[in-house]
């Protein structure tokens, strides 16, 4: 069974451009949620996409956005970049919406902003 | 404030020793705890998950104790191999009235360096 896969794998981007990246989760899965990963600020949560509905989100500025698809797949964007959004984006997927449900993580994708 | 960047614990035992890696936890609501291991250049990969009502769970070569009263969460790894090298992060979920299923927060992560 396939895992979590996200592209592109690496991307780099100028300041004030915008950015989308993509996550297909584990087939069946129709959870999928983003996180960012700095080495100043660790795992952040961005947010949590179920059934097309963004669910869940955490502190970041509004340029940071999302949707799910009907088939589950999900798509993160961020506008206007700034050189600190340069980071490891991360999507997992996760089975359920419930509760207690291992999320599985993808391999990322590292976007550079110069 | 500014954040200089996270300074990670770090764990250097020999092939073969048990490894204990600890995490605190902040938050009193969270029910829900996993653990993940993050190689170089790849996504966090699930180890082994505990609920809040649960004080111990096993794995293969791994326990997870949770210590509600402390808000302690330790990962054990018996017989630690050198592929066991890795960033180990342990992850809290708070179920808040059923809508935060899919946010999990992460601790800063511990370095796990394994000598043969």
């Known amino acids: 069974k396939a895992g979590v896969t996200q592209t592109p794998r690496y991307l780099i981007k100028t300041r004030g451009q915008q950015v989308t990246l993509s996550c297909s989760p584990i087939?069946?899965?129709?959870?999928v949620s983003w996180y960012q990963q700095t080495p100043g600020q660790g795992l952040q949560f961005l947010f949590e996409?179920?059934?097309?509905?963004?669910?869940n989100k955490g502190n970041f500025p509004g340029r940071f956005s999302g949707r799910q698809f009907s088939n589950s797949r999900s798509e993160m964007n961020v506008s206007t970049l700034e050189l600190g959004d340069s980071a490891l984006y991360l999507c997992?997927?996760?089975?359920?919406?419930?509760?207690?449900?291992?999320?599985?993580f993808g391999q990322g994708t590292r976007l550079t902003v110069v | 404030g500014e954040s200089v960047g996270l300074h990670l614990p770090t764990l250097s035992v020999q092939e073969g020793d048990n490894s204990i890696i600890n995490c605190a936890y902040s938050?009193?609501?969270?029910?829900?705890f996993i653990w993940y291991k993050q190689e170089s250049g790849k996504g966090p990969q699930f180890i082994i998950d505990?609920?809040?009502?649960?004080d111990k769970r096993q794995g293969q070569r791994v326990t997870v104790l949770l210590n509600k009263t402390v808000k302690h969460l330790s990962l054990q790894i018996a017989a630690t191999q050198p592929g066991d090298s890795a960033v180990y992060f342990c992850a809290e979920n708070a179920n808040a009235g059923g809508t935060s299923y899919g946010k999990l927060t992460f601790g800063q992560g511990t370095i796990l360096t394994v000598h043969p």
């Open positions: 087939s069946g899965h129709r959870s």
């Open positions: 997992a997927s996760r089975l359920a919406g419930g509760p207690n449900t291992e999320a599985f």
């Open positions: 996409y179920f059934s097309e509905t963004q669910r």
């Open positions: 505990i609920r809040s009502n649960m």
């Open positions: 938050n009193s609501a969270s029910d829900y």
